[in-house]
């Protein structure tokens, strides 16, 4: 049986210590009929280099060299010239173990889904060559036959899209939205939407390496903020077009939690008061007009959730910080 090809999108930035074993988990795989795309993202350590020596050496890697457009673009490129039937997408970061695909590509064609997503292992260790044995792991499988409700309603299908083997066909003209951070929310949730079958399983197959500098661990800031505005625009508007049956069931079970998502990260990331005080600033100008808009509302918020948003809306600037901060 002539096994399937697996693009695998490799975005790269300032990895120079940890790409070496991302891209030999990929080489080593037990599955062997794939295409590595290092998409290097204007890095400015060896990270490049890296990538253009692998390349060298294996003809399956294709090197992409642009100016930097963060990961969102970095994956877009990737999705460009991808020409398997299968896509993923492996932080270079991070590592895969070697049935990584073997095991992705099995489920996705044995159940005939459109995306199949496993479970992650968090690290604190650089790739070594050594991984847990499976052997004697005995999976769940749990089949989603209407993706977008599984996803709203349950936590079977997470959010990342590392952790996930997408059939090409079905992503269709999907990219990610570029310039924001937690660009996996709009794509996974708008995704959800156009597909008709999704495989949910446990084997442990993709390494999370856990690095304290990384963007996701670093103070909230006001960019963050906006990232979080943009999405929540993003994803109404986008769902409006293509599913508006499921607008009041989004903004209740997607934007208003991304709401309180911001307003806890802004608490508990944020350590500088000050800074505190003008992040709510800035929370409050946003999001008077996504609730005059009807794009946020308070469905589905906690009571001290429902409260914050009514001091953000009615307080004036500079005023719903203070209490804001007693509240969370």
Not at 234 to 256: D, G, M, Y
Request: hydrophobic share 35%; charged share 25%.
């Amino acid at each position: 049986m002539i096994q399937p090809l697996v693009s695998v999108i490799v975005p790269i930035y300032n990895v120079a210590d940890l790409l070496g074993g991302c891209l030999d988990s990929i080489l080593n795989q037990t599955y062997q009929n794939f295409e590595i795309i290092c998409v290097d993202d204007g890095a400015t350590d060896d990270s490049g280099q890296i990538a253009d020596s692998y390349a060298q050496k294996d003809n399956r890697i294709t090197v992409i060299h642009q100016q930097n457009k963060g990961l969102s673009g970095a994956r877009n490129s990737g999705l460009v010239v991808a020409k398997g039937e299968y896509v993923t997408f492996c932080d270079s970061d991070d590592y895969y173990h070697p049935l990584f695909l073997e095991k992705m590509v099995s489920l996705i064609q044995q159940e005939k889904a459109d995306v199949v997503t496993c479970s992650l292992v968090h690290t604190k260790e650089k790739n070594t060559g050594k991984y847990d044995d499976l052997s004697a792991f005995v999976p769940t499988v749990r089949i989603c036959d209407n993706p977008i409700m599984d996803f709203l309603n349950t936590s079977c299908i997470p959010t990342g899209v590392h952790i996930k083997l997408y059939r090409r066909e079905a992503l269709g003209d999907l990219q990610f939205v570029e310039g924001i951070y937690f660009e996996d929310i709009p794509f996974t949730t708008l995704l959800m939407m156009q597909v008709k079958k999704v495989i949910s399983t446990n084997y442990p197959l993709y390494y999370y390496y856990t690095n304290p500098n990384s963007i996701m661990r670093t103070s909230f800031n006001v960019k963050k903020v906006m990232s979080y505005i943009t999405l929540i625009r993003h994803i109404s508007e986008k769902t409006a077009q293509i599913r508006p049956e499921l607008s009041e069931l989004v903004r209740k079970k997607v934007l208003n939690r991304r709401f309180k998502m911001m307003v806890n990260q802004a608490i508990r990331k944020q350590k500088n008061k000050t800074e505190r005080i003008t992040l709510f600033n800035e929370i409050q100008k946003q999001v008077k007009p996504l609730f005059e808009k009807g794009i946020i509302s308070y469905d589905g918020l906690k009571p001290h959730h429902r409260l914050t948003l009514f001091l953000l809306l009615k307080c004036k600037t500079s005023h719903p910080a203070r209490w804001v901060m007693t509240l969370i």
